[in-house]
Nanobody
Framework: QVQLVESGVGLVQPGGSLRLSCAAS????????MAWYRQAPGKQRELVAG???????NYANSVKGRFAISRDMATNTLYLQMNSLKPEDTAVYYC?????????WGQGTQVTVSS
């Protein structure tokens, strides 16, 4: 089991930027596929961005070129840099760590994009 704690709750205007953080309870990036998901009201949870153990990244088409996922091995922290935010990016964002054995979720953090 891995504990994940997100931070970066924010209200930001359209076109603005925000960085989310996800702190893991131990060193896991060499074992777990890490990802950010989001869930908007009335919609299913969707994958936003992921990073493999070898640091390959993947993004949802809706965020390509605007969001960037990264990790800091020294502090066991996963990041999601979000730029050029749009109202449709409004959602609860979740950090996930997945291996062949288990899948772990953070508590979620609210991101609201509104003028």
């Amino acid at each position: 089991q891995v504990q994940l704690v997100e931070s970066g709750v924010g209200l930001v205007q359209p076109g603005g930027s925000l960085r989310l953080s996800c702190a893991a309870s131990r060193s896991i990036f060499s074992i777990y596929y890490m990802a950010w998901y989001r869930q908007a009201p009335g919609k299913q949870r969707e994958l936003v961005a992921g990073i493999t153990t070898s640091a390959s990244t993947n993004y949802a088409n809706s965020v390509k070129g605007r969001f960037a996922i990264s990790r800091d091995m020294a502090t066991n922290t996963l990041y999601l840099q979000m730029n050029s935010l749009k109202p449709e990016d409004t959602a609860v964002y979740y950090c996930n760590a997945r291996s062949t054995r288990d899948s772990n979720w953070g508590q979620g953090t609210q991101v609201t994009v509104s003028s």
